[in-house]
């Protein structure tokens, strides 16, 4: 529950869950579980039988450090085991965004359907508002909050932060076009139904399947996060808009992720080139 209220996700809590889970049936004393014990769960192999990942890593020392804390805060243990082992580097992966042409490819690809139309409807979600998938998949029909011509959103973005932002009329357009489809027309949903009836791993899948048949490599839902934030930046928006847009809450982590998005430019190049005698200088 402290969990899922501190991040505003569903899946964070349940994934804590199974590695807490997993090591506690693998100790005999929990309250007395050393750091050791805990670097070997985490560092060690899966159920799988393979090494984990850094970024995986990462989840189950969190996992437990968050366990051992609340331990600590509720007088059970003396101090937190997990403190005293280190996280690995995390290889953060380069971030791409779709071009607008690979986007219509993308929108093409999608079947004339009732999920078809859903689901295009979320992906242009995802494109107009930046939203992570599991905020989009958060929203419900009460959430929606209309003003004059305008429609408003409410959604609990990851860290636990409540966001109230306009939602762009073409976004509400496509998502009405998706419930009509499927016979759910807006105005009919209870306050407490999903805009987007599909699981998080089914949207996945289905987005997976659409970029293949449109011949995108590497498409997943984080992927559409990365397109809004550059096609903003590619229409004009200033850093600062892209921070606001992307709900960033430092200009710091907006410059990073629009440099890693977009790749650094390097204007003092041509000036060491002709120092060297590289380059002629302009007449």
């Known amino acids: 529950m402290e969990v899922a209220q501190r991040t505003g996700s569903e899946r ?4 804590y869950a199974r590695y807490i889970e997993r090591f506690l049936t693998g100790v005999d004393e929990p309250a007395q579980a050393t750091p050791p014990q805990l670097h070997a769960f985490a560092y060690g192999p899966g159920p799988s039988g393979k090494l984990p990942s850094s970024s995986t890593v990462g989840v189950r020392l969190a996992a437990l450090r968050g366990f051992y804390d609340f331990a600590r805060r509720m007088g059970l243990v003396e101090r937190n085991p997990a403190d005293d082992v280190k996280r690995p580097k995390a290889q953060e992966p380069t971030p791409r965004g779709l071009s607008p042409e690979e986007i219509r490819l993308l929108l093409d690809a999608i079947p004339d359907s009732p999920s078809g139309a859903r689901d295009a409807g979320l992906i242009i979600t995802a494109l107009l508002t930046g939203l992570r998938r599991a905020e989009l998949l958060a929203l419900r029909a009460g959430d929606l909050e209309r003003r004059g011509s305008s429609v408003f959103y409410h959604v609990r973005t990851k860290g636990g932060s409540l966001r109230h932002r306009e939602l762009p009329e073409d976004a509400l357009l496509a998502i009405e076009r998706g419930l009509e489809a499927q016979g759910t027309p807006l105005e009919s949903l209870p306050e407490d139904a999903p805009l987007f009836a599909i699981s998080s791993h089914g949207f996945y899948k289905n987005l997976k399947s659409y970029a293949k048949r449109a011949g995108l490599k ?6 559409l ?5 550059k096609l903003r930046r590619d229409t004009g928006a200033s850093i600062e808009a892209v921070g606001s847009f992307l709900g960033h809450r430092s200009l710091h982590t907006t410059s990073r992720y629009l440099a890693r998005l977009e790749g650094e430019e390097d204007p003092g190049a041509a000036s060491v080139a002709r120092v060297l005698g590289l380059r002629r200088s302009e007449s």
């Open 218 to 223: 590497d498409v997943t839902p984080h992927v």
């Open 225 to 229: 996060r990365h397109s809004a934030a």
């Open 12 to 15: 964070t809590p349940r994934e």
